[in-house]
């Protein structure tokens, strides 16, 4: 049997919306993406929303319009995508990594107050797998000074406490990655409370001209555009744009779905003392973007490739960001340093989650896991783990 690990569900109907921008003479950034915009800022109850090309391309437009570059340091998490820390290392400032927590894998206020000195400008805080950091908690800690700028790729549907994306920070950023919950193959979008930020904003996601090309040629008549900050190409076209309102509409019912599977792995896991998982926090809403376990480090490859062999697609997200080389060079860390993340990213994979996931097929993986770890524990028997996973906390 074949799981593959995504699946995306758009289809004829998706088509003949991006029929519909063909008819129109402007392909790029106009009317589709500001009536997508208003219905992101609706969703979220925020004043601003801003269409991006990508999450990352946000995030450069982001810290450009935070004024953030060379001499500044910006605290991401160890855990997490390279794109987190990458948009910090492109505009010359210093990516510090943090360490998460044992059970939650997510940074807190005690693991970013460990890393922060007096050139933090920013923390990202990064709602690993969809289950959100609690940014408020960063917000009293860390006053006003210290921009927060939640990365949401994994968390669009989530909440903590009441609080949804972009309710205590400076900006929120989504991916409309291919992967993601909602996807229209590469987009992304910005959301935040503050009407000053939005200006920049809309400068620093164009090139930092004063216009659009929808607004350059308002009623006809060319208007000069001025610059006066430096910006990055990050606008989304409307081709791309098209694409998202009927999944905007449709993301909360769809994550009834994902919950459900997710339980359904939980359920079969928990209890087995391998495999260890993300603890869930309590008056939380997990966006279920990604459904990782975890097993000792010598036992996670093989456990790939069994999973491989049975037809069943996995990934890892992720390996500790601070030790993949680049880093490690430019910057020297030790895997001791953030020995949660280090530990975590040796020992985890993603199983195969998504609306469309069959009950039939989603037995078949927690059957392949179930069959591979016993045939690797038969194989190995008597060798003592390297590392027990009981290291890692609870
Ligand atoms: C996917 C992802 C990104 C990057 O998103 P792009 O839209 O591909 O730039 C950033 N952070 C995290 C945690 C991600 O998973």
Aim: charged letters at 20%.
């Amino acid at each position: 049997m074949q799981v593959p690990f995504y699946k995306h569900q758009l289809g004829v109907a998706d088509a003949a919306h991006v029929a519909g921008v063909l008819e129109s003479p402007m392909l790029t950034s106009g009317d589709v993406g500001r009536a997508v915009e208003a219905k992101l800022a609706a969703y979220f109850d925020l004043p601003h929303a801003l269409l991006t090309n990508s999450w990352s391309n946000g995030a450069v437009a982001t810290l450009l319009a935070l004024d953030i570059g060379p001499g500044d340091e910006v605290i991401v998490p160890a855990m997490t995508f390279i794109a987190t820390a990458n948009v910090v290392e492109l505009l010359g400032a210093k990516p510090v990594f943090a360490d998460v927590d044992p059970d939650t894998l997510l940074l807190t206020a005690e693991t970013v107050a460990a890393v922060a000195g007096p050139k933090t400008r920013a923390i990202i805080p990064v709602h690993l797998y969809g289950q959100m950091v609690d940014v408020k908690a960063l917000r009293k800690k860390f006053g006003t000074k210290i921009a927060i700028i939640e990365d949401c790729a994994h968390c669009f549907e989530g909440q903590l406490a009441g609080g949804r994306p972009g309710a205590y920070s400076d900006a929120a950023l989504f991916s409309f990655y291919a992967t993601k919950n909602i996807t229209c193959g590469e987009g992304g979008a910005i959301i935040t409370r503050r009407s000053e930020l939005a200006e920049k904003l809309k400068m620093t996601r164009l090139h930092g001209m004063s216009a659009g090309a929808a607004d350059r040629f308002k009623a006809g008549a060319y208007n000069h555009w001025d610059m006066t900050r430096l910006g990055v190409k990050a606008n989304l076209p409307d081709l791309l744009a098209a694409l998202l309102p009927d999944q905007i509409s449709r993301v909360d019912a769809k994550l009834k779905k994902r919950e459900h599977l997710a339980k359904r792995y939980e359920d079969a896991f928990t209890g087995d003392s391998r495999i260890r998982m993300q603890a869930p926090l309590t008056d939380a809403t997990h966006a279920r973007h990604l459904f990782p376990i975890c097993v000792a480090p010598e036992l996670r490859d093989p456990l790939i490739q069994t999973l491989n062999a049975n037809g069943v697609g996995c990934t890892v997200n992720y390996r500790s960001v601070p030790m993949l080389s680049y880093y490690a060079e430019t910057y020297g860390y030790s895997p001791d340093q953030h020995p949660v993340s280090q530990l975590w990213g040796q020992g985890t994979l993603s199983l195969p989650l998504y609306p469309t996931l069959e009950v039939k097929a989603q037995d078949h993986v927690i059957a392949s896991v179930f069959e591979a770890l016993d045939a690797i524990e038969t194989k190995s028997a008597g060798r003592p783990a390297s590392q027990p996973l009981q290291q890692l906390g609870a």
